[in-house]
């Protein structure tokens, strides 16, 4: 096999199909990726078994013909360091030479035809989507997803489709998001895909693309497809809660307040929280809203800003880190909070069809 490709769109696609490659496997030849070149461009794919990647690149003067195996780790540590705009591959005997800029790097791979075949979905039930909105739900959910598993955690994301109506929610047991959007499709189901799955399919989607995304559900499998780039995984066999039954249906006091100007002071109250309880308490006012933090050992935060207030008032504790990695992928320039009292669940308003719902920390 002989390329002579783009190294940005090479350097690209080999950042998708490494987040697949696993770190510890009892196979080691799936700690490469494999590269297909034909007439028309080169394919690069790989898999850990559970999930697999493949991504198209056109941008590819093929001399010839041919496939190679490359190690994922040291192919994407030397794609950027070098910075030349080109990049030629030259394979023979499962060796493969690199040339860029003057520089020659010969990366030792396997016989290609050891590597596992790309598994595919006999047949599932189909959505559209656009690749920019489900970047964004993507983006406005997996934060909230746990990490660690727990009893009352999921490790991975909703994907629940009805009624001319996708929506993906997450939850650690502690607070909720939940993206949606509106299509045309007359799928139903209801599915868990991991976590790992939607980073990797993240990194193949572009911010505001309105090009179609497909996506296939089987009974065990997920298919995403963006005519260059597919992802296949394993969905994950949980059962997820019930999320709906967890919106509050009614609020006590509706808060607004703009989105910079909250960031900022409950990030400047945070400082000052306890290292063993991480939490800043929310006081409702007239039209004000105040946030103290207090740590015996650090000291103590008192900040207030102007709020626009409807209802009673009360206070409400909360870990400020929750609130900010929400404000974080929140797009709005004004943020809505619903709340009752210190024992309920609140709910943030952060976008058309963007919730995220927190458990205070009561009793505190």
Known sequence: MKILCDRTALQEAVNVVSSVVPVKTTKPVLYNFLVRADGDGITLYATDLEMSARVEIDSVKVSKKGAVLLPARETSALLREISDPTVTLESTDNRCRIESGGGSFVLLGEDPEQFPDPSALKSGKKMQISCGRMLRM???????????????????????????????????????????????????????????????????????????????????????????????????????????????????????????????????????????????????????????????????????????????????????????????VCQMDTIRLDMSDDSMPAKFTLGESFTYVVMPISGA
């Not at 990490?147 to 009624?163: F, H, S």
């Not at 939607?198 to 179609?212: F, I």
């Not at 308490?281 to 650090?298: D, I, K, P, W, Y």
């Open 138 to 328: 993507i983006q406005e959910t997996m934060f909230a997803a746990a990490k660690e598993e727990t009893r009352y955690a999921i490790n991975g994301v909703l994907l629940d489709a009805a009624a001319g109506c996708v929506r993906m929610v997450s939850t650690d047991g502690r607070r909720l998001a939940i993206s949606y959007e509106n299509t045309d499709t007359k799928a139903e189901f209801k599915v868990v895909v991991p976590i790992r799955a939607l980073a990797t399919l993240a990194r193949a989607l572009s911010e505001g693309s309105k090009e179609m995304l497909q996506v296939e559900v089987g009974d065990k499998q997920i298919v995403f497809n963006t005519g260059k780039a597919q992802l296949v995984s394993q969905l994950l066999e949980t059962r997820f809660p019930d999320y709906e039954g967890v919106l509050p249906k009614a609020a006590e006091t509706t808060v607004e307040v703009p989105r910079a100007v909250l960031e900022g002071a409950l990030r400047r109250a945070a400082i000052l929280c306890s290292a063993e309880l991480r939490m800043v308490r929310f006081e409702v006012g007239e039209q004000s809203l105040r946030m103290t933090a207090e740590s015996s050992a650090r000291g103590r935060a008192d900040v207030s800003v102007d709020a626009v207030v409807k209802g009673a008032g009360g206070s409400i504790n909360f870990n400020p880190d929750y609130i900010l990695e929400a404000l974080r």
